[in-house]
């Protein structure tokens, strides 16, 4: 229900063990298929003792972890895709800022379970002008008033020098936004 980028726990190291042990075998297997797959593949990936282990696989990026990751990215990402669809990513360098990405997902009650939707968002006008705000489950009745469509109604996500500083950013716009039976966890990139 939230993510934040750069993960405090991630080297070089272990970076090297996630290509060598889980990405670089499943794109030699789907090389061994002839199955040519040119985009995004996304290893929702669990590290525990160290190890990392696969939660899944996604043929796309990640929700909400795209939207902590590309605000971070210096290199312009249709660079990315163009370089990827002409075979031609070994050429490219990508960069990524030294900033902090703090996003964090607000829910409608009940989610992932049963939940209701069509209620009004206040708010959205209030929010810091640094802040992202990635709308997920949202529509616009005639009137132009954003109302709750889904389970994941929005993301907000802020940038800063350090984790406190995005995470203190991001929590200080979520409390300007009301909708009936919302929910976000409190505790996103929260460390003791």
Request: glycine share 8%; with cysteine; hydrophobic share 45%.
């Given at each position: ?35 040519l797959y040119k985009g995004a593949l ?13 939660i899944e696989f996604n043929a796309r ?87 709750t469509r889904g389970g994941r109604v ?39």
């Amino acid at each position: 229900m939230g993510s934040y980028s750069p993960p405090r726990f991630y080297n070089k190291v272990l970076g090297k063990i996630i290509m060598k042990t889980i990405m670089e075998p499943v794109i030699l297997a789907m090389a061994d298929e002839k199955r040519l797959y040119k985009g995004a593949l996304y290893g929702g990936l669990m590290i525990t003792n160290k190890v990392p282990k696969v939660i899944e696989f996604n043929a796309r990026l990640g929700d909400p972890e795209a939207q902590v990751v590309l605000p971070r990215l210096k290199t312009d990402l249709l660079d990315i895709m163009l370089a990827i669809v002409e075979n031609r990513l070994d050429k490219i360098n990508i960069e990524f800022n030294n900033n902090v990405c703090v996003g964090v997902v607000m829910a409608s009650g009940g989610y992932p379970g049963a939940f209701k939707t069509g209620f009004p968002v206040f708010g959205l006008d209030d929010i810091d002008k640094d802040i992202m705000v990635f709308h997920a489950g949202t529509r616009t009745n005639p009137e132009g008033q954003v109302l709750t469509r889904g389970g994941r109604v929005l993301t907000l996500a802020a940038t800063g020098k350090s984790l406190a500083d995005a995470r203190k950013k991001v929590y200080k716009n979520i409390a300007r936004i009301k909708f009936e039976d919302c929910y976000f966890r409190k505790d996103i990139a929260l460390f003791k």
